[in-house]
């Protein structure tokens, strides 16, 4: 079956930009949304289609996409940034899958 | 405001059964497609389940399938998932979450409001 790959652990400094990959072959034809999860809290969606941001959730996240991985980027983190993020796409058979998710640190 | 709350969670045997449930509030349910995820104990997201607005139309993760049954009640905005022949690695928060249509350049689905969990623990 198809699998969403995920760098388990990613760190940066605070203001500086970062860039949370997320690898699958189900990417090449379905878009990736991204989801921010912070200990003891329900996921959030923070990025879904191309680079659709949901009401509320700051600019500086951004999407892309290019083959069979996807993108999520945080320009200029903030310590409110610090969370697992998972990145999820359809599969071809119609289910669903999510990445193994990256722990974001903000130094 | 999109409200989905969790209900039904609990502590069982290897073996037993739950009935989770979801009520739903804030968006026009018997519209929208639903979905189950789950995490276990410091794990991530798993996708269980799926149904669609009519409830006419279902699927289900591999891990599950033959022992989890989605259904949902639209008169009553609510949503359930039937578990049982529960396993230790049942164990997990289970999340319901409505499923979003878009479009941008073509139809796709995500994850767009997510309740706050309940806690299944499978243990002898």
């Known amino acids: 079956s198809s699998e969403l790959t995920q760098d388990p652990a990613v760190s940066v400094a605070l203001g500086q930009t970062v860039r949370i990959t997320c690898q699958g072959d189900s990417l090449r034809s379905y878009f990736a949304s991204w989801y921010q999860q912070k200990p003891g809290q329900a996921p959030l969606l923070v990025i879904h289609g191309k680079t659709k941001r949901p009401s509320g959730i700051p600019d500086r996240f951004s999407g892309s996409s290019s083959g069979s991985t996807a993108s999520l980027t945080i320009t200029g983190a903030q310590a409110e940034d610090e969370a697992d993020y998972y990145c999820?796409?359809?599969?071809?058979?119609?289910?669903?899958?999510f990445g193994g998710g990256t722990k974001l640190t903000v130094l | 405001e999109v409200q989905l709350l969790e209900s039904g969670g609990g502590l069982v045997q290897p073996g037993g059964s739950l009935r989770l449930s979801c009520a739903a509030s804030?968006?026009?349910?018997?519209?929208?497609?639903m979905t189950w995820v789950r995490q276990a104990p410091g794990k991530g997201l798993e996708w269980v389940s799926a149904i669609s607005g009519s409830g006419e139309s279902t699927s289900y993760a591999d891990s599950v399938k033959g022992r989890f049954t989605i259904s949902r009640d639209n008169s009553k905005h609510s949503l359930f998932l039937q578990v049982n022949s529960l396993r230790v690695e049942d164990t997990a928060v289970y999340y319901c979450?409505?499923?979003?249509?878009?479009?941008?350049?073509?139809?796709?689905?995500?994850?767009?409001?997510w309740g706050q969990g309940t806690l299944v623990t499978v243990s002898s």
């Open positions: 999820n796409s359809r599969d071809s058979s119609g289910t669903f899958l």
């Open positions: 979450v409505k499923l979003g249509f878009y479009y941008e350049g073509s139809g796709y689905w995500t994850f767009d409001y």
């Open positions: 804030g968006f026009t349910f018997q519209n929208s497609a």
